[in-house]
């Protein structure tokens, strides 16, 4: 009998072979395979040993029954999820598959109830239309609304500097944040934009290309590097959309160039590309002065960690130390180094990112008012009181206030409790009638703008947090302390400091929309990411 059960396949109404098929489509849609792959021999083979009982559904089934369904349940956590929170800031961009199908994507982040950081793929919406400011500006609106979303919540957008997605954010009346990310190695890349590092960067290419297109090169370098005691590391191909690549292409052409000069040597073909003493000075300038600035990109462009109260303090690092001039630096260094910063202090320049990035670091407990201008934090104070205040009024206009509750022990008389039956009333001592009155003359009702002023000046007063902790690690602890001023942290603490989520949903669509397969339907590609990010 036990032998006949085992060969008997399950119900497809049994609960084991749905949890199952769900694992299946999860893997599926998590891990980025072909919706082929259940059709295959050997993964049929694999699920047959882990239960011979279980009979996998056909790749039909999945892309029409389980995938969607998948899509619809993990839609509606999304949905709850985002409409609890009563700030949020997104992200958002252009791309083309390898179909060369244009599909816009929206990202969403928001500081949860127990002050978790989270982010959220909303979109990878088919955008075949013309990329026109005004289509975009029409589309980011229509995704928002498709999500139910209030644009009045919304704090912030951040993107790159493309032309027409700029437009479309100040068409929407949108607040804009540029990405730091685009700007740093815009900023890297203007100020090399002089004939040395042009030529430089030149030889760098072709000698990392004599490599790349040949084994036997690759095979002597390896040799080369073990003999002259060098890291066994491969050389690094610049990629213009790639931050920091020529970076990292210059530092390891410096620090393989022993190497470099004893296999080109060998090469009378190839001879000429070793790279002159004057080359490698400017190559050596140029990684004095741009590749410490590399880790800061990096950093910056965390999801799960707060990330945009870092802007000013990492530009106010760059300004007084990484890109100061210093006696023993190069000409070119000098004048690299000036060109860099100039450049961030331009495009940072702008009053409304400038007071935006002010509140960012004014309601983060590491920094406060410590990177703001002196001039400004009075300004930002009022600000901020001034946003509270709006807040709070906000709510009561929605349902009663919480202080509404206390009206009577901040303002009019209280009447005593009854006591109860059976229990005396005290008599009370002559002191006791001195005592109330004093207490009655020193409580004196606050207006609403002195309850946050007083709340705001003993947040200031508060040592700061660690440089290295997490500033809603803090929040979290303190809320309680301070319920206006954490309202203050939500709404500004969750801008991403750069547009990468939009473009990690590239990196994904990159491993959906593959060569094997190209043909899947747009509708089916944002199923699919959608999943991928999200699950």
């Excluded at 029409?138 to 790159?160: H, R």
């Excluded at 990196?507 to 060569?515: A, D, E, L, M, P």
Aim: with cysteine; glycine share 4%; proline share 5%.
């Amino acid at each position: 009998m036990e032998r006949y059960s085992a060969s008997v396949p399950y119900d497809k109404e049994s609960k084991r072979y749905k949890d199952i098929t769900e694992a299946v489509a999860y893997h599926i849609a998590k891990d980025m395979l072909p919706l082929s792959t259940v059709e295959k021999p050997g993964y049929k083979k694999l699920i047959h040993v882990l239960d011979p009982r279980y009979v996998l559904p056909g790749r039909k089934y999945f892309s029409k029954t389980a995938i969607p369904k998948l899509y619809v349940m993990c839609k509606e956590s999304v949905q709850q999820e985002i409409l609890s929170a009563k700030y949020f800031a997104t992200t958002s961009d252009l791309w083309s598959s390898r179909t060369s199908e244009p599909y816009i994507s929206l990202t969403i982040h928001f500081i949860d109830n127990e002050w978790g950081l989270k982010t959220r793929c909303l979109e990878t919406a088919y955008f075949p239309d013309d990329h026109t400011e005004e289509v975009i500006a029409e589309g980011l609106k229509e995704a928002l609304l498709s999500w139910s979303l209030i644009e009045d919540k919304m704090v912030c957008i951040t993107t790159d500097s493309g032309a027409n997605v700029v437009k479309a954010t100040s068409l929407n009346n949108w607040t804009r944040l540029q990405c730091f990310g685009h700007r740093l190695h815009s900023a890297i890349g203007a100020a090399g934009k002089d004939k040395r590092v042009e030529r430089a960067v030149g030889v760098c290419k072709k000698v990392v290309s004599a490599f790349s297109y040949s084994w036997k090169k690759k095979s002597a370098l390896s040799k080369a590097q073990e003999r002259l005691h060098l890291p066994t590391h491969q050389l690094v191909t610049e990629s213009l959309t790639r931050w920091g690549s020529r970076q990292k292409m210059v530092a390891r052409v410096l620090e393989q160039q022993k190497a470099i000069t004893e296999v080109l040597s060998s090469d009378k073909n190839n001879r000429h590309l070793i790279p002159t003493w004057q080359d490698i000075d400017v190559l050596e300038s140029m990684h004095v002065a741009s590749t410490p600035l590399l880790e800061f990109t990096d950093s910056l462009s965390g999801e799960s960690y707060v990330t945009v109260s870092y802007v000013k303090p990492v530009l106010h690092l760059f300004r007084s130390s990484l890109l100061k001039v210093n006696e023993g630096d190069t000409q070119l260094t000098k004048e690299l180094k000036t060109k860099i910063m100039a450049y961030l202090d331009e495009k940072y320049a702008d009053p409304d990112t400038d007071d935006l990035l002010d509140m960012a670091t004014f309601v983060d407990p590491r920094f406060k008012g410590q990177y703001i201008r002196p001039e400004k934090v009075g300004a930002i104070r009022i600000r901020a009181v001034s946003e509270i205040m709006d807040a709070d009024q906000g709510q009561s206009q929605a349902g009663p206030s919480e202080g509404a509750a206390d009206q009577g022990a901040e303002g009019g008389a209280v009447s005593e409790p009854p006591l109860p039956l059976g229990v005396k009333k005290q008599r009370k001592s002559l002191g006791s009638f001195f005592k109330k009155q004093c207490q009655e003359e020193d409580a004196l009702p606050l207006t609403e703008k002195q309850k946050v002023e007083s709340e705001l000046e003993r947040y200031l007063m508060c040592p700061d947090a660690d440089s290295e902790s997490n500033p809603l690690d803090w929040w979290r602890l303190h809320e309680h302390n301070f319920p206006r001023i954490s309202q203050l942290a939500k709404k500004y603490l969750c801008i991403p400091a750069t547009s990468t989520p939009s473009e990690r949903i590239f990196s994904t669509g990159g491993n959906i929309v593959t060569c094997t397969r190209a043909a899947l339907d747009p509708e089916k590609v944002n199923q699919l990411v959608f999943l991928a990010q999200n699950l």
